[in-house]
């Protein structure tokens, strides 16, 4: 059992930057993929960002890519995304997610993460 809280959220006006974080729960952290989604009103969710167990492969959505940065801390048993240069269409409800590797399933898809965080609102004024 893993549970996760997010936080870093908030409001910041375009250009701006933010970092978010999760705290996860539990002693095998380690063992775990990480992800970050995020959705929009009226939007499914959608993938952001992953990063694998050794932290040594991370992933990005186009959209996010050069601008986003995934890591993670497993002393801390903790997962980031620090985000540059924030455009309005950013502008979501962030969640980040964990799973076990899995080769049948893709990391790309909500459905294989296993845990999910509650959200943190991110709104990115033009």
């Known amino acids: 059992q893993v549970q996760l809280v997010e936080s870093g959220g908030g409001l910041v006006q375009a250009g701006d930057s933010l970092r978010l974080s999760c705290a996860a729960s539990g002693r095998t952290f380690s063992s775990y993929t990480m992800g970050w989604f995020r959705q929009a009103p009226g939007k499914e969710r959608e993938f952001v960002s992953t990063i694998n167990r050794s932290g040594g492969n991370t992933y990005y959505a186009d959209s996010v890519k050069g601008r986003f940065t995934i890591s993670r801390d497993d002393a801390e048993n903790a997962v980031y995304l620090q985000m540059n240069t924030l455009k309005p269409e950013d502008t979501a409800v962030y969640y980040c997610?964990?799973?076990?590797?899995?080769?049948?399933?893709?990391?790309?898809?909500?459905?294989?993460?296993?845990?999910w965080g509650q959200g943190t609102q991110v709104t990115v004024s033009s």
């Open positions: 997610a964990a799973r076990k590797p899995d080769y049948r399933t893709s990391h790309y898809v909500p459905a294989s993460y296993e845990y």
